[in-house]
T-cell receptor
């Protein structure tokens, strides 16, 4: 199993630019989670999907952030426009509904200059 | 208030020492509990689940106290390779799984 695949691994961009992060969950998993990790705030849950449907986006910081899951094998997290305070590691994770195990991707290190 | 809170550490211990971490959670509806390990610049990986009766996996022992709403992780005979950040997580199941993580406790095991 390839595990959860995220791209890109690193993204450096300038303030005001649009950033798109991508995630492919483990095949067969029907829950997908986007987390953001910073030294100050730790690992924050941004949004999660179940069967491709967004269930709870209360963790999304503001309207500049949006997430989609057009099918069971792909999700995107978009930031438009990006700001320096968005700099963080963004993790995608997936699980099989009802399972206690959450599997993480390798993360995207985002730097907004 | 954060859903899950941990002492950030760092805990600096010599090889062979026993070290314990605690983690408190605020939502009494939390149903499942876990410890994850995160190495520097890597993703969190599941270390072990925490069951009501307590459970052990080699040198690692996890315990749950529902009355006081905390979970603990005990590491015996610590190794250099145990150096990492340990995150506790809770799963609040209201129709769907929702995982919350603590900020992590950093452990440094010294020779």
């Amino acid at each position: 199993d390839a595990g959860v695949i995220q791209s890109p691994r690193h993204e450096v961009t300038e303030m005001g630019q649009e950033v798109t992060l991508r995630c492919k969950p483990i095949s067969g998993h029907n829950s997908l989670f986007w987390y953001r990790q910073t030294m100050m705030r730790g690992l924050e849950l941004l949004i999660y999907f179940n069967n491709n449907v967004p269930i709870d986006d209360s963790g999304m910081p503001e309207d500049r952030f949006s997430a989609k899951m057009p099918n069971a094998s792909f999700s995107t997290l978009k930031i438009q426009p990006s700001e320096p305070r968005d700099s963080a590691v963004y993790f995608c994770a997936s699980s099989f509904g009802g399972s206690e195990k959450l599997f993480f991707g390798s993360g995207t290190q985002l730097s907004v200059l | 208030r954060k859903e899950v809170e941990q002492d950030p550490g760092p805990f600096n211990v010599p090889e062979g020492a026993t070290v314990a971490f605690n983690c408190t959670y605020s939502n009494s509806a939390s149903q499942s509990f876990f410890w994850y390990r995160q190495d520097c610049r890597k993703e969190p990986k599941l270390l072990m689940s925490v069951y009501s009766s307590g459970n052990e996996d080699g040198r690692f022992t996890a315990q749950l106290n529902r009355a006081s709403q905390y979970i603990s992780l005990l590491i015996r005979d610590s190794k250099l390779s145990d150096s990492a950040t340990y995150l506790c997580a809770v799963n609040i199941v209201n129709n769907f799984n929702k995982f919350y993580f603590g900020s992590g406790t950093k452990l440094n095991v010294k020779p």
